[in-house]
């Protein structure tokens, strides 16, 4: 909702007006619909405000109480305000006009340095109390907005984004080469193990579900939200309860985040996740008179789909299932079919401010901001965190469980159950479930050479900056070689706080970009410590896997979607296709980089040719999901990146 900023003198001398008129300059690029700043003495504070949310509109930002003597500055949307009007005791005349930001302030008037831990929403924000010389602020959980800092031994400067803080005196843009040492080494998508650290020297990020607070030149971050810990299991009657209390936590989460006076859109796949949400979304803007605007991906005319038959690469059947389901949404099919992974690269290098590893869909996630934001659309409703959530329920893995646990009775009746369902044999299940229940034993009778990702980090780097000791300390396998369980992974997912930095700085950084705020339901507070409290037979159910969801939505999705269990949609499949036309363009530039001297002081050089010679010769379509075409393409990020930085 804005971009924040600010400077404060530790040595209590004067900010400069002009430090401060920088830093906000370095904003200007995105839109606004107001710019304010506070200054006074050794404090600067400003905002980028968009108007998102009905409160928002007019909102004084910063907002200085002059009895308190504090001002705010907040990036946020709060989703809990009717409970926050209660603990707060908000006059209810008050109630209905009351920006999110004075919210907050009231919040941390009355719970001090504990109040992040009774907000529910997407933020990043800031309170400067000047009576006590004293800076507070906090990011929400999961990370959903970005909040830069920088410190020396006289000022603290904060931002929403990191190009503004190098407009400061003295604050040089150097390379962090720990942090990219980190981001070469990990083979999956998060940069690096500390959540704090960024691509650039003396520049940190507040890590999700922290807050920070300064005084007396003294810097104190504070973790106040552990997802993992003092989750007490749901005990309900029957399976008709929890299907019940899922839709309740559901819908509130979904009409918590349509707070617009703009019109709202969402992502629509052909999957359970994003038709949920969408149809939740749709029935609740129904009672406002307001349409749904639904954004879906399909891939470019003339592609064939060459992925295996428990894939489908158009998904336009089932979106159109949903769609026509649900009702009162406007749909809109979009292949963006000027672009490819391969074109994106310099505009997102620039508006992350940093290299990145998921570019297969960066071509048709950039076009659908674009598409929204010419649509007035205020929030734009995805279904991202649902895997871990919403539809959680690994079938293999909870049948692994039951035989452990020499549950047969059970494991029987699920077996019978799900074979019918997916028309697959038992002893194929059974054998399936047993690899997951004793891989150790599977791995002594396996002759095969274990799997190995390919390590693209030059080893002179890798062992200067000991980047796979740290690694290692950390429990990070760079081969890939050992595969982890479902619930293994999805514990990391929620205890490690460096999985949730990078869907958060992408989300953040386009919504500021567009004026369009990314707003994921399944991605609620609320919503994820229920999710973490159901019993996990009620997640692999009946024969179902994800079984919750799919019995709590037979009313509100098409069973073709419903009870969709033979194919799973996969987004990006025609990215090698989009670059067939200029392939010998993109061949030519990796081949230049695998001779640049600088590039090649942080990449191997022989991986890097033996991968170019791999795939050169032609751009076959299935090199999109390609190991070798990967870590070329991650690569050739990172090349630009560093030619951008020098």
Not at 45 to 57: D, F, L
Not at 420 to 437: D, F, L, P, T, W
Not at 503 to 528: E, H
Request: some cysteine.
């Amino acid at each position: 909702m804005s971009a924040i900023a600010g400077i404060i003198h530790l040595k209590k001398e004067p900010v400069p007006f002009e430090h401060g008129r920088n830093i906000m300059k370095g904003l200007e690029k995105f839109p606004a619909d107001d710019i304010q700043v506070w200054h006074k003495h050794n404090a600067f504070i400003g905002n980028h405000a968009q108007w998102i949310t009905p409160e928002s509109v007019g909102e004084q930002q910063p907002f200085y109480d002059s009895e308190r003597q504090c001002v705010i500055t907040a990036d946020a949307i709060i989703d809990n305000r009717e409970e926050l009007f209660e603990k707060l005791q908000v006059e209810r005349s008050k109630q209905k006009h009351m920006p999110d930001s004075q919210l907050i302030l009231l919040a941390y008037y009355k719970w001090g340095e504990e109040s992040p831990k009774h907000l529910v929403g997407d933020f990043a924000y800031m309170i400067w109390d000047e009576r006590n010389q004293k800076l507070f602020g906090a990011r929400d959980f999961s990370g959903s907005r970005t909040l830069y800092y920088y410190k020396d031994d006289e000022r603290f400067a904060f931002c929403t984004t990191i190009m503004p803080l190098f407009t400061l005196p003295g604050v040089k843009k150097e390379l962090n080469e720990q942090w990219m040492a980190e981001f070469l080494a990990i083979p999956v998508n998060f940069e690096s193990v500390e959540p704090t650290s960024t691509t650039y020297k003396r520049i940190e990020q507040l890590a999700p579900s922290h807050s920070i607070s300064l005084k007396n030149e003294r810097v104190q971050l504070s973790r106040y939200c552990y997802l993992m810990e003092g989750n007490k299991e749901l005990k309900l009657k029957s399976d008709e309860e929890y299907e019940t209390a899922f839709r309740d936590m559901f819908e509130k989460a979904v009409k918590s985040r349509i707070r617009t006076h703009h019109n709202v859109g969402a992502h629509l796949s052909g999957g359970l996740d994003s038709g949920s949400v969408v149809s939740f979304a749709s029935k609740a803007l129904k009672q406002e008179n307001k349409k749904l605007n639904t954004f879906s991906y399909i891939p470019v005319d003339g592609f064939e789909d060459w992925t295996h038959k428990s894939r489908v690469a158009d998904e336009s059947p089932y979106i159109k299932a949903t769609v026509n389901h649900v009702g009162n949404i406007n749909d809109h099919y979009l292949s963006f079919e000027d672009r490819s992974p391969y074109t994106e690269i310099d505009d997102w290098l620039d508006t992350l401010e940093m290299p990145y590893k998921f570019f297969e869909n960066t071509f048709w996630l950039r076009g659908m901001y674009e598409q929204a934001q010419n649509q007035n659309i205020g929030v734009l409703l995805n279904g991202q965190r649902g895997n871990w959530t919403i539809s959680w329920g690994p079938v293999l893995d909870f049948y692994a469980i039951l035989m452990k646990k020499i549950k047969w009775i059970k494991l029987y009746q699920e077996l019978n159950q799900y074979s019918r369902n997916m028309g697959v044999h038992k002893s194929k299940i059974m054998a399936a479930a047993r690899k997951k229940a004793f891989p150790f034993l599977y791995s002594l009778i396996n002759t095969e050479e274990p799997f190995h990702f390919p390590t693209i980090i030059n080893p002179d780097f890798a062992k200067q900056t000991d980047v796979f000791n740290k690694l290692h300390v950390q429990g990070i396998d760079v081969s890939l070689s050992k595969l982890p369980t479902a619930y293994e992974v999805r514990d990391r997912q929620f205890r490690q706080l460096y999985y949730w930095n990078i869907t958060g700085t992408y989300g953040a950084k386009f919504s500021l970009r567009y004026s369009v705020w990314d707003r994921d339901p399944t991605n609620d507070l609320r919503l994820i410590k229920f999710c973490l409290s159901v019993p996990e037979n009620q997640f692999v159910s009946q024969g179902l896997d994800r079984s919750l969801i799919r019995r709590a939505t037979k009313e509100y999705l098409p069973d073709k979607v419903r009870l969709n269990m033979s194919s799973r949609g996969v987004q990006g499949a025609d990215g090698v296709h989009r670059m067939s036309h200029n392939w010998n363009t993109f061949i030519g530039e990796l081949e230049k980089m695998s001779s640049d001297a600088v590039t090649m002081n942080f990449l191997d050089t022989q991986v890097i040719k033996t991968a170019i010679a791999k795939i050169k010769d032609n751009s076959n379509p299935e090199y999109a999901f390609d190991f070798d075409f990967r870590i070329l393409m991650r690569s050739l990020i990172v090349h630009r990146f560093i030619k951008k930085l020098s």
